[in-house]
């Protein structure tokens, strides 16, 4: 078969099986051998040059990578970056198309990749569980569980301390696509108003009134409960700042499962301190290990009684990785039939922070 998908992150065996059955009967699926394969022993043990994929000597590399990735018209990776050096741009002159296994594009430098490739994130893969997570957070930031506890297990028995009832709210969705979908369909059934935002103001039947984010302003003065969802971009970092935040009741709650950077830092943690009513749940956070390396705060969210925090992990269940490789290989699979892929970076999309 004349057409070549390569995959260069080691995604596991039910992934790879998940991969090769989607692109059945339109590509070979194979998985570029790693670099330092030819460097036996512990990896853990090696020298970390020879680990890293952007200085390791070329003379060095498996003969058998280069031959691999030259034969490739597509490649699914997690992090293009470091799974992808120079060296093997070199080799991989016939690759037209990258699709990426995370959702979102901000971790990616697309000034590294060759102007004639086709970028696409993993654009609603993960949908499912992450607007579970959201709503888990509205949930339990909206009954106190979190404060409930700690007062519990400090000997305060208050059983005449008050929660929200969430039928009635105003339910803002700021990024309605795969995952503000999800997130509609689940709060729902609580009796919730939904409001979506997103660039076009297009929505569905979950909606009970659909905004443009040109319209920010209208959606934050009546949100009770604030989801963010939207892709981190050119456009939406920094989108919501003092001014916006200033806009929001001083009890509304805000769930982030997008990115850190679309919210400003600084702003978000004065107003946590200033109005304890206000509440937050934040599973996306400024710098984070997988983009950064290593986790940071510039202020201490977690020691705030009205913030919830977790390790950006919504996506994080199990078969979650099997199910974005599918979803990721569907998408190769619709370039490959010259049908329109989802998630195809724009101008707009090359952020990178």
Not at 90 to 99: I, K
Not at 178 to 185: D, K, M, S
């Amino acid at each position: 078969m004349s057409v070549r998908v390569v995959v260069t992150s080691p995604v596991g065996d039910d992934a790879m099986a998940a991969i090769a059955s989607e692109l059945a009967g339109i590509a070979e699926v194979a998985m570029a051998p790693a670099p330092d394969d030819p460097i036996r022993g512990d990896p853990a043990t090696r020298d970390p040059a020879t680990r890293d994929p952007a200085t390791r000597d070329p003379a060095t590399r498996d003969p058998g990578r280069a031959e691999v990735l030259s034969g490739a018209t597509a490649m699914i990776c997690w992090n293009p970056d470091r799974e992808l050096s120079a060296h093997d741009w070199a080799n991989a002159t016939r690759v037209r198309f990258l699709q990426t296994l995370s959702a979102g594009l901000d971790h990616v430098g697309f000034d590294r990749i060759p102007p004639g490739v086709t970028v696409a994130g993993n654009s609603g893969a993960y949908a499912a569980p992450i607007a579970e997570h959201a709503v888990a957070m509205v949930l339990a930031l909206a009954k106190r569980l979190v404060a409930a506890h700690g007062e519990l297990a400090a000997g305060t028995f208050d059983q005449s301390a008050h929660s929200r009832s969430l039928a009635g709210l105003n339910a803002v969705i700021l990024g309605y696509g795969g995952i503000g979908r999800a997130v509609a369909r689940l709060l729902r059934p609580f009796g919730v108003r939904i409001v979506g935002v997103n660039r076009s103001g297009n929505g569905d039947e979950a909606v009970d009134q659909m905004l443009r984010v040109a319209d920010l302003e209208a959606a934050l003065r009546q949100a009770d409960i604030l989801v963010v969802s939207l892709p981190l971009t050119r456009a939406t970092a920094g989108l919501i700042g003092a001014r916006e935040l200033e806009w929001m009741r001083r009890d509304a709650i805000l769930v982030n499962v997008a990115r850190g950077e679309i919210i400003d830092q600084d702003a978000l943690y004065s107003l946590l301190v200033a109005e304890p009513t206000f509440l937050a749940g934040i599973d996306a956070w400024w710098v984070e290990p997988f983009r950064h390396g290593r986790f940071e705060l510039a202020h201490p969210f977690l020691k705030l009684p009205n913030v919830l925090g977790s390790p950006h992990n919504s996506a994080s269940v199990p078969g979650a990785i099997t199910e974005g490789a599918r979803f990721a290989a569907a998408n190769v699979a619709r370039f490959l039939r010259m049908e329109q892929p989802l998630g195809v970076a724009g101008p707009d999309d090359r952020y990178r922070g």
